[in-house]
């Protein structure tokens, strides 16, 4: 049951340039959406959220944009930074309790 | 900063018998929630927690699952008879909202082996 998928498994980005990490959804129901960053042998650390009445949100260094037509959601990072190299999740839900993880992508900035 | 703490970070066990993991969610938040991410596969939702009683669950939270919140600080997920299956990292997460603006606050995990 793939509600959201992330169909890169890996990304590779010199520093400082922009990491762009996209995330596809079949429910359009899903009106919350999130992205989170994983490292090794931690839990998911929060990044940045958007609901589905915007299409973009920004926080610092991170903005995500929500295509709710396409089902499509992005995150971005400008710029990119060897620190920033982790496993990025993004999730989904309808009601605030059950989010649906995609597969993650690895991103690796290279200094 | 706040976190959210689970014990242990690695279970081992036989198949067949019952494990408590262990969560501490952060003290002001009211909904809690258990996931999983079987290695090499997404996190996956468990079941969700608020006002003392479950108010979403999964089909992978079958009978043999269980939560409780003995008491004001803690939140356990209880396996009754472990299957090589649910060998898994369980993650406990916890939020102030229902609809969580900042996201839900992860903990690092449990690494559960069943053998």
């Known amino acids: 049951d793939q509600q959201v998928k992330q169909n890169s498994p890996s990304l590779s980005v010199q520093e400082g340039r922009i990491s762009i990490l996209n995330c596809d959804y079949t429910?359009?129901?899903?009106?919350?959406f999130l992205w989170y960053k994983k490292y090794p042998a931690e839990g998911p650390t929060f990044l940045i959220s958007?609901?589905?009445?915007?299409d973009k949100n920004e926080d610092g260094r991170f903005t995500v944009f929500l295509n709710k037509s396409a089902k499509h959601l992005s995150l971005h990072i400008v710029p990119s930074q060897p620190g920033d190299s982790a496993v990025y999740f993004c999730?989904?839900?309808?009601?605030?309790?059950?989010?649906?993880f995609g597969t993650g992508t690895s991103l690796t900035v290279i200094p | 900063e706040p976190e959210v703490t689970q014990t242990p970070s690695h279970q081992v066990t036989q198949m067949g018998q019952e494990v408590i993991l262990r969560c501490v969610p952060i003290?002001?938040?009211?909904?809690f929630y258990w996931y999983r991410q079987i290695l090499g596969q997404k996190v996956e939702f468990l079941v969700s927690f608020y006002n003392n009683e479950i108010s979403e669950k999964s089909e992978i939270f079958d009978d043999q699952f269980s939560v409780e919140r003995p008491d004001g600080s803690n939140f356990t997920l209880k396996i009754r008879s472990t299957k090589l299956e649910d060998s898994a990292m369980y993650f406990c997460?916890?939020?102030?909202?229902?609809?969580?603006?900042?996201?839900?606050?992860f903990g690092s995990g449990t690494r559960l082996t069943v053998v």
């Open positions: 958007i609901s589905s009445i915007k």
């Open positions: 999730a989904a839900s309808n009601t605030g309790n059950q989010f649906y």
């Open positions: 003290s002001n938040h009211l909904y």
């Open positions: 997460a916890s939020s102030a909202d229902r609809i969580p603006n900042y996201g839900y606050t």
């Open positions: 429910n359009s129901m899903f009106d919350y």
